[in-house]
C-alpha cells in the first residue's frame, strides 16, 4: 500500500524553528514529486512548494518562498518542511503528498501534521 | 495563474444529488481542475480529475460511482447521487498551471457540503 506517514504534532513558541517528516512508503520514493500543503483553522488549502527526491530540484509558492526549506533524504525515503521564526499565524495543519505525473494530482496524502504556535 | 471560486456550503438530504461547483477565472476555460474530498478531521483525498471532456483519468480508491465530473467553460462540477452520511465533507479543487521554475499549484477555497 503506498502511503505517507507524517511527523507527530507540534507546540511550538513563537520565534522557535521546527522541521516536519514526511516519509513514503510501498512505492520508489525517489520517482515522485513530494508537496506540501497547509490549512489553517477552518480554512481552505494553500500549496506551499514541491521537491523531486531524486535530485532536490525544489520548486516554492511565492507565497511561501524565503519563509519555510524543502529537503529530502532519499536514504530514507523522507521529506522535511522546515519551518522558521515560528508566529501564531503558523499555527495550522501541514499535509505532505504525492504528486503524480502526468496525470497531475496529489495521492496519496499524508495523515496531516498539526502545528500549535503559541506562548 | 488561474483563481478558483468554490461556493462556501452547500447540503442536500439523505439518498437526493447535489453537484457542487468550481469556476476557473477567465482565459483559464481549458484548465483541468482536481477535486478532493476532506471527511471531518481527516486529510484530502483524491477524488477525480475533470475537464471540459469530462474525467481526466481514473477516479481515486475507493471512490464509488454515485461521484461523477463534467466541465463546460469556466465551470467544473462534481456531481454525486444518491447522497450517503459518509459523504458529508469538504470538497477542494485544484488546478496546477505552468511548468518548470513557473510551476504553481491553486486552490478553491472549499465547499463544505452537509447531508440533511
Known amino acids: 500500500e503506498v502511503q505517507l506517514v507524517q511527523s507527530g504534532a507540534e507546540v511550538k513558541k513563537p520565534g522557535e524553528s521546527l522541521k516536519i517528516s514526511c516519509q513514503g512508503f510501498?512505492?520508489?520514493?525517489?520517482?515522485?514529486?513530494i508537496g506540501w500543503v497547509r490549512q489553517m483553522p477552518g480554512q481552505g488549502l494553500e500549496w506551499m512548494g514541491i521537491?523531486?527526491?531524486?535530485?532536490?530540484?525544489?520548486r516554492y509558492s511565492p507565497s511561501f518562498q524565503g519563509q519555510v526549506t524543502i529537503s529530502v533524504d532519499k536514504s530514507i525515503s523522507t521529506a522535511y518542511l522546515h519551518l522558521r521564526s515560528l508566529k501564531a499565524s503558523d499555527t495550522a495543519m501541514y499535509y505532505c503528498?504525492?504528486?503524480?505525473?502526468?496525470?497531475?494530482?496529489?495521492?496519496?496524502w499524508g495523515q496531516g501534521t498539526l502545528v500549535t504556535v503559541s506562548s | 495563474q488561474p483563481v478558483l471560486t468554490q461556493p462556501p456550503s452547500a447540503s442536500a438530504s439523505l439518498g437526493a444529488s447535489v453537484t457542487l461547483t468550481c469556476t476557473l477565472s477567465?482565459?483559464?476555460?481549458?484548465?483541468?481542475v482536481t477535486w478532493y474530498q476532506q471527511r471531518p478531521g481527516k486529510g484530502p483525498r483524491f477524488v477525480m480529475r475533470?475537464?471540459?471532456?469530462?474525467?481526466?483519468?481514473s477516479k481515486g480508491d475507493g471512490i464509488p460511482d454515485r461521484f461523477s465530473v463534467f466541465g463546460s467553460g469556466l465551470i467544473r462540477y462534481l456531481t454525486i447521487k444518491n447522497i450517503q452520511e459518509e459523504d458529508e465533507s469538504d470538497y477542494h479543487c485544484?488546478?496546477?498551471?505552468?511548468?518548470?521554475?513557473?510551476?504553481?499549484?491553486?486552490f478553491g477555497g472549499g465547499t463544505k457540503l452537509t447531508v440533511l
Open positions: 503528498a504525492r504528486w503524480l505525473q502526468p496525470f497531475n494530482w496529489f495521492d496519496p
Open positions: 510501498g512505492y520508489t520514493f525517489t520517482s515522485y514529486w
Open positions: 521537491i523531486y527526491p531524486g535530485d532536490s530540484e525544489t
Open positions: 477567465s482565459a483559464y476555460s481549458n484548465y483541468k
Open positions: 475533470v475537464g471540459t471532456g469530462g474525467i481526466v483519468g
Open positions: 485544484g488546478a496546477d498551471h505552468g511548468s518548470g521554475s513557473n510551476f504553481a499549484l491553486v
